[in-house]
């Protein structure tokens, strides 16, 4: 059976090696790619295959070298409940942040490429969490939820309202914290969505303008769909995001109270720098990668089909 | 010729990306020595000054002071260096990394290279402090940066509540009485001024263990072995610190961070707080109304546990290294540097002789809280310290916190951190 032919396949025929062919050019090529080459090899790929063998071993102790244990790690990993925890915990961080900080960036990105007066200001103003680090950010945050003279609880103590302890409360911890990560997050995609804005051009608000579409046909017929690539990569990016990002759970949680903002990558600090647990953060670091990667394959291949690259 | 021109760019790029740096060889002993700040700035100004004050008497060594961040930090490169084949020669670490240490095959005992005047030397030392340095007959560690609990209280609170400003709460009871007083509540019940504070972020085993050693309990055996985190003591001691938040409504509900608790205490947002003799100097300089500095009020008996930094010395060094760092060691740690450590810290003098010093002796004379740490070493315990510690020390934080936000009742919590650290601690029996 024959798949259809499509457009974007390259033309079929013999394999070639790239740079296969006259000799000095081909030298030349290896040696411009040598340094990366040598640099992702030694701090990407070289460490994900140690680690990926690490996770079949146990852990070396002084004394006691390590040794062959199959897939006893992720059994143990299976049997941990804070894993768990974490693994819920980060689910619920990114189906939390990811569409609030996408749909936050898409209604800032559309409001700043209006014609609107202090244009520019405002632009830096939804930008500047982004340009802040993370420490910075999360010592903010710090104390904006400080109980009682934070500024939540200023604002707040001004309609008489009690002081409130959000990040020490297993029940808004959570979701304290993924405030945090809504505001850092949302002005670095606006600035993907508003170089697309500017992208879109100008004869297709004209034509449809004649052709009498209200603003809200225009946006969800021409705009909407014209940011799909964009929202793609934006996607991929705050899903990958959700797993990456714990610098703010160091400042402020620590991954408490009880764990309830314990995310797999802060676990996976716990196991690894802390309890010097080698086995044990060798197979979380594979299950977050395999997670991962996964969640991006399944993004570039579905939800590629729908988008139209122009 | 264009293209050999940039053969020859690209092959300069890629050379450059590879070769890595040189140290040159020398001939003086060179010894490394990584140490924690806990509070950062000007204590890494004081202990760069010493060490250079050390170079200055020894010349023939060098010792390079690399500063390694929080104690969670340094631990963690000591341990990546360690793994990586390049220890350190000496550091600074929690004393409760010892067991951690010894079980990784990082460090030996002081005894033999320290030779004949050793015990003389380890029993200058107060032996609370040297309870977190010993095990199995050997030193492992030797006391330096250390601290303990101590309660502070502000006298003008006090006043303002109808309280005697000088007589301080000296058990449970009285803490839990005057904690009613002081807490003061505006028209429609939100409170403004909270009547004790006890932190429970991050590391809350540290200051529960003031209520269990008080409640007359004791957290783990000299091996690192075993714990009992779920007698009745412990439990009611837990259930005292609950109620506080809960029933007497004295104290703030959920975690309290670690981080505010001093600043709440000079906002005059809390009467009294439990914190590290290590805060004295920040409390002393900015603290805008009178205040005291008081042991642990004691329910069963007085107590407190030590915490903080000891000296390790690293396996894998030359005969001369070893020589050179326990000649350091020794030098940092002379009653005289002691003192002047102390005073410019807020840590514990750790060796009755510092305090026998004019300069300390000056010092307290100007200061008397400062000694309160010193008389409450009598009464303080080894800080909690086991086998693979920071697992076992999770375990325990996790269910104190659970148990003080209110998802577990005191004795589940306690039982589930027992069976945890049972569980962590049965392959090193």
Same mark, same amino acid.
């Given at each position: 059976m024959r798949s259809p032919t499509r457009l974007d396949e390259p033309p079929r025929g013999r394999f070639r090696w790239p740079f296969a062919g006259s000799g000095r050019r081909t030298v030349e090529a290896w040696l411009l790619l040598l340094p990366s080459i040598v640099l992702f090899a030694a701090f990407t790929h070289v460490p994900f295959l140690r680690t990926f063998v690490d996770a079949f071993h146990s852990t070396p102790k002084g004394r006691r070298p390590s040794h062959f244990v199959g897939l006893d790690n992720w059994v143990d990993l299976a049997h941990d409940p804070i894993f768990w925890k974490a693994l819920t915990n980060n689910?619920?961080?990114?189906?939390?942040?990811?569409?609030?900080?996408?749909? $936050?960036?898409?209604?800032?990105? $559309?409001?700043?490429?209006?014609?609107?007066?202090?244009?520019?200001? $405002?632009?830096?103003?939804?930008?500047?969490?982004?340009? $802040?680090?993370?420490?910075?950010?999360a010592n903010i945050w710090l104390f904006f939820y400080t109980p009682d003279y934070g500024l939540f609880d200023q604002i707040g103590g001004l309609f008489g309202l009690a002081a409130t302890n959000r990040l020490g409360d297993p029940s808004t911890a959570l979701i304290a914290v993924m405030a945090v990560a809504v505001w850092k997050e949302a002005g670095f995609f606006m600035i993907f969505y508003l170089a697309a804005l500017q992208q879109i051009?100008?004869?297709?608000?004209?034509?449809?303008?004649?052709?009498?579409?209200?603003?809200?046909?225009?946006?969800?017929?021409?705009?909407w769909p014209l940011l799909a690539p964009v929202t793609l990569f934006i996607l991929v990016n705050a899903v990958i995001n959700a797993f990456r990002t714990v610098d703010h759970i160091f400042m402020m949680t620590g991954g408490g109270p009880d764990n309830a903002t314990n995310l797999l990558l802060f676990r996976l600090y716990e196991l690894g720098f802390k309890f010097w647990d080698q086995a044990q953060a060798s197979a979380l670091t594979v299950v977050l990668i395999v997670v991962l990667a996964s969640v991006a394959l399944v993004q570039?291949?579905?939800a590629g089909r729908k988008v139209h690259y122009r | 010729m264009k293209t050999t021109r940039r053969t020859l760019f690209a092959a300069t790029l890629a050379a450059g990306a590879l070769v890595a740096g040189f140290t040159p060889a020398s001939a003086e002993t060179k010894i490394t020595f990584y140490y924690p700040v806990a509070v950062g700035g000007p204590v890494t100004k004081i202990v760069d000054g010493m060490v250079a004050g050390f170079e200055k008497e020894h010349p023939d060594v060098k010792v390079e002071a690399v500063y390694a961040g929080s104690y969670q930090d340094t631990?963690?490169?000591?341990?990546?260096?360690?793994? &990586?084949g390049a220890a350190p020669n000496v550091a600074v670490a929690l004393s409760t990394d010892m067991f951690t240490l010894i079980d990784e095959d990082a460090i030996v005992p002081f005894d033999e290279v320290a030779g004949k005047d050793a015990k003389a030397w380890f029993a200058g030392f107060y032996p609370s402090f040297m309870a977190n340095s010993q095990t199995g007959g050997k030193t492992w560690g030797i006391p330096f940066q250390r601290s303990t609990v101590v309660m502070y209280w502000n006298k003008a609170a006090f006043k303002e509540a109808g309280l005697d400003p000088e007589k301080v709460p000296a058990t449970w009871a009285e803490m839990r009485e005057a904690a009613k007083k002081l807490t003061k509540r505006d028209a429609s019940g939100n409170v403004e001024r909270w009547g004790i504070e006890i932190p429970s972020s991050g590391f809350p085993y540290w200051l529960f263990q003031g209520f269990t050693t008080e409640n007359g309990a004791i957290l783990m055996n000299e091996e690192g072995t075993k714990v009992a985190f779920d007698t009745p003591a412990v439990v009611d001691a837990l259930q005292y610190w609950i109620d506080l938040s809960v029933k007497d409504k004295v104290h703030p509900a959920g975690i309290v961070e670690w981080g505010?608790?001093?600043?709440?205490?000079?906002?005059?947002?809390?009467?009294?707080?439990?914190?590290?003799?290590?805060?004295?100097?920040?409390?002393?300089?900015?603290?805008?109304?009178?205040?005291?500095?008081?042991?642990?009020?004691?329910?069963?008996?007085? &107590?407190?546990?030590?915490?903080g930094g000891n000296f390790y010395l690293f396996k894998g060094q030359s005969a001369e290294q070893q020589k050179a760092v326990v000649e350091f060691v020794k030098w940092m740690t002379t009653p005289e540097r002691t003192a002047e450590w102390s005073i410019a810290t807020g840590y514990v003098a750790t060796q009755p002789a510092a305090w026998?010093?004019?300069k300390m002796k000056a010092y307290v004379a100007d200061f008397p809280q400062a000694a309160v740490a010193r008389d409450q070493l009598e009464h303080a315990v080894a800080e909690l310290s086991t086998h693979d510690n920071q697992r076992v020390a999770k375990a325990f934080n996790d269910n104190l916190q659970a148990a003080l936000t209110g998802s577990k009742t005191a004795a589940q919590a306690m039982k589930d951190a027992q069976a945890e650290a049972d569980r962590i601690l049965k392959s090193y029996r």
């Open positions: 689910t619920l961080y990114a189906l939390g942040t990811i569409p609030l900080a996408v749909g $936050l960036a898409l209604a800032m990105a $559309l409001f700043v490429n209006g014609r609107i007066p202090g244009r520019a200001a $405002l632009r830096m103003a939804y930008f500047t969490p982004t340009v $802040l680090p993370m420490i910075a950010v051009p100008p004869d297709l608000r004209e034509a449809a303008a004649i052709e009498g579409a209200s603003r809200f046909t225009f946006f969800r017929r021409v705009t570039f291949v579905f | 631990i963690a490169k000591i341990l990546t260096a360690v793994k &990586g505010t608790t001093p600043k709440d205490f000079l906002e005059g947002k809390t009467a009294m707080m439990w914190q590290t003799t290590g805060n004295l100097t920040n409390v002393r300089k900015n603290a805008k109304f009178d205040f005291g500095v008081a042991m642990l009020p004691a329910e069963k008996r007085r &107590g407190s546990p030590t915490g026998a010093t004019d």
